[in-house]
């Protein structure tokens, strides 16, 4: 390829080379992916050390889900926390969350953090 199909002219003029556009793109995906993963490890840790005890994966799989979006995933999971007293933040609950819906309930997210 050469120089000039390597840059690109931004809005006002400036001149950005290509190559640097990808690496940051990518660099970028990567952080949010990495997020995810850490999200999901913690929610896999949450879950297994306060919720397994009673749910077992029956209560996740089936012919019939018991969430069908992830409103409903995170209102359930912020119920039942409650209902055993844990007080999770916010944080905590999207993580147990992005667990369930990892293992068990693939569902659309809305949301930019999925």
Same mark, same amino acid.
């Given at each position: 390829?050469?120089?000039? /199909?390597?840059?690109?002219?931004?809005?006002?003029?400036?001149?950005?080379?290509?190559?640097?556009?990808?690496?940051?793109?990518?660099? #970028?995906?990567? #952080?949010?992916?990495? /997020?995810? #993963?850490?999200?999901?490890?913690?929610?896999?840790?949450?879950?297994?050390?306060?919720?397994?005890?009673?749910?077992?994966?029956?209560?996740?799989?089936?012919?019939?889900?018991?969430?069908?979006?992830?409103? !409903?995933?995170?209102? !359930? $999971?912020?119920?039942?926390?409650?209902? $055993?007293?844990?007080?999770?933040?916010?944080?905590?609950?999207?993580?147990? #969350?992005?667990?369930?819906?990892?293992?068990?309930?693939?569902?659309?997210?809305?949301?930019?953090?999925?």
């Amino acid at each position: 390829m050469d120089e000039m /199909a390597m840059r690109k002219t931004c809005p006002g003029g400036t001149v950005v080379r290509t190559g640097s556009l990808l690496w940051l793109m990518g660099t #970028a995906l990567l #952080a949010v992916t990495t /997020a995810s #993963a850490e999200d999901i490890g913690r929610g896999r840790l949450l879950y297994e050390t306060y919720c397994v005890f009673c749910h077992t994966t029956k209560i996740h799989s089936g012919d019939e889900p018991r969430v069908k979006s992830w409103e !409903q995933l995170l209102f !359930q $999971v912020s119920r039942w926390q409650k209902e $055993v007293r844990q007080n999770w933040g916010p944080d905590d609950i999207d993580a147990v #969350a992005h667990y369930l819906d990892d293992r068990y309930y693939k569902l659309p997210c809305p949301s930019l953090t999925c």
